[in-house]
């Protein structure tokens, strides 16, 4: 069974870049077929999805964020990273990596920015 565990920063200073790495178990990202993303719930509001990143390395993401997000793998650590630029207090929330052949949820890791 695939499992996915987020780390990074729990707090950033408005205007920096966040940066949450998922890393996976259970299963190879590179794995054809298989698709990773990353989701957001604000505080009191609903999911939001960020984007997402195939098993080749192709990546699509949200037009609201699209300006602002990236999402990079590093296949050798089994790994997928999230880069949010230019962040303001409206990017805190909880944020998941989500993925494998049966959508496993990361556990979430909460970001707040704040200077």
């Known amino acids: 069974q695939v499992q996915l565990q987020e780390s990074g920063p729990g707090l950033v200073k408005p205007s920096q870049t966040l940066s949450l790495t998922c890393t996976v178990s259970?299963?190879?990202?590179?794995?054809?077929?298989?698709?990773w993303g990353w989701i957001r719930q604000p505080p009191g509001k609903g999911l939001e999805w960020m984007g997402a990143?195939?098993?080749?390395?192709?990546?699509s993401y949200s037009p609201s964020l699209k300006s602002r997000t990236s999402i990079s793998r590093d296949t050798s650590k089994n790994q997928f990273t999230l880069h949010l630029s230019s962040v303001t207090p409206e990017d805190t929330g909880v944020y998941y990596c989500?993925?494998?052949?049966?959508?496993?949820w990361g556990q979430g890791s909460q970001v707040t920015v704040s200077s």
């Open positions: 989500i993925g494998g052949p049966e959508v496993e």
């Open positions: 259970g299963g190879s990202i590179a794995t054809n077929g298989y698709y």
């Open positions: 990143l195939d098993y080749s390395g192709g990546t």
